[in-house]
């Protein structure tokens, strides 16, 4: 009997991913609060840029633990901590950002390893379900719930930041990452580990020719969204445009078109000839909110960005997992999840000085060409990997 594709598994997991991005997604307001203790541009990036630290460097433990451990109970040890450190900026006074700059920072990082949990162990319980020859199809439209939980969640957190202030911010973020770790509880784990499987180390994985390919081009990914979730915010406010949400509705629109539309296209294709078109769309995106002067250009820019992710995520995802033995799912996962935090992490802090230096524009026309620059690096690394095998 064939594999199904959408299972109650799948369902549960995705509301539980819904949630749980929506808690993350309504983060994307948080450079405000950075900006209202009296931070600059530096320190949204430091402090954007942390949240990735942790899950960059803990990335081979949290691997290893999504294999050893299981998907599921990385997931609830995830979303436990999406859930408490909201309320724990709740407790942070209130007076100057110097005086809680270091327990901000350490919460920021603390979070960070929550969401990498969360996004480890999710991805690599979907690739063990999905029918191998539906992968991109079942990731994409996998990925669909958090991408409506990352559309919905900015457009939460300013509202009710406007409306009630960043205590009820804070509690409402809180809230949703208790829905993430509720809705994932009548999930069936995917795999348990067997000892007398022999065990294969991260670093071994990630020594892989085919790693390199994906851990480059998730690298480049993730730098992109650095800019897209660390300074859209303050941008459109610097421009003094009202209501930067549309740029995540837009971007997550288009991103969601791109996963219902094309994900059996690109299984039949291929994920290498739709990866440099994936790059060129979110390339130029970034590049066209040089231009940004009005409401109609946040949603331009958000659509193609947009566009370019809802195709780059899965064929990236799908081109690393595919016909991998279970047992090493959650390393390579990791390994694709991690070199995306990196890129966010670099891109925060690279372009959080860039920004401050000259400017928001600046800033975006350096994550549009690092993006653009990924063509050549896929050319490069696919043809070393064709000779390889």
């Not at 390994?335 to 959080?352: E, H, K, Q, R, Y």
């Amino acid at each position: 009997m064939e594999q199904r594709l959408y299972t109650t598994g799948f369902f549960a997991m995705a509301a539980a991913n819904f949630f749980v991005s929506a808690s993350y997604g309504s983060l994307f307001v948080f450079p405000l609060f950075v900006t209202e203790l009296g931070g600059v541009k530096s320190d949204i990036g430091i402090l954007m840029g942390s949240f990735t630290l942790a899950s960059v460097f803990c990335r081979p433990w949290i691997s290893e633990l999504v294999d050893r451990l299981g998907r599921k109970r990385c997931y609830t040890l995830g979303s436990l901590i999406m859930t408490a450190v909201p309320l724990f900026y709740l407790g942070l006074d209130r007076g100057n950002l110097g005086s809680v700059y270091i327990p901000l920072l350490l919460a920021r990082v603390c979070h960070g390893v929550g969401l990498a949990l969360c996004f480890t162990a999710a991805f690599t319980f979907i690739a063990d379900i999905v029918p191998q020859h539906r992968l991109n199809e079942g990731i994409g439209m996998f990925g669909v719930s958090g991408l409506v939980g990352l559309a919905l969640g900015p457009v939460v957190g300013e509202i009710v930041v406007q409306r009630s202030g960043f205590e009820m911010f804070f509690f409402a973020s809180s809230c949703l990452g208790l829905a993430g770790l509720l809705g994932h509880l009548p999930v069936r784990d995917s795999y348990g580990y067997r000892p007398t499987v022999k065990s294969v180390g991260f670093f071994s994985v990630v020594s892989r020719k085919k790693m390199h390919l994906i851990a480059e081009m998730s690298f480049l990914f993730g730098f992109g969204l650095a800019a897209a979730g660390g300074f859209v915010f303050p941008f459109a406010r610097e421009r003094l445009l009202d209501f930067a949400s549309v740029y995540y509705i837009a971007y997550s629109s288009a991103a969601i078109l791109a996963r219902v539309l094309g994900g059996r296209f690109v299984d039949r294709v291929g994920e290498g000839r739709v990866i440099p078109y994936a790059l060129a769309s979110s390339g130029a995106g970034f590049l066209f909110l040089i231009l940004l002067e009005s409401t109609s250009i946040l949603i331009v820019s958000g659509f193609l960005s947009g566009l370019g992710h809802g195709f780059l995520f899965p064929c990236l995802n799908a081109l690393a997992v595919r016909n991998e033995p279970v047992e090493i799912r959650g390393k390579i996962t990791g390994i694709f999840t991690g070199a995306i935090d990196g890129g966010v992490f670099v891109g925060s802090i690279l372009l959080g000085y860039v920004g401050e230096w000259t400017g928001y524009p600046s800033l975006f026309f350096v994550a549009g060409i690092s993006l653009l620059s990924g063509l050549w690096v896929f050319h490069i690394q696919r043809n070393a990997l064709a000779r390889a095998v």
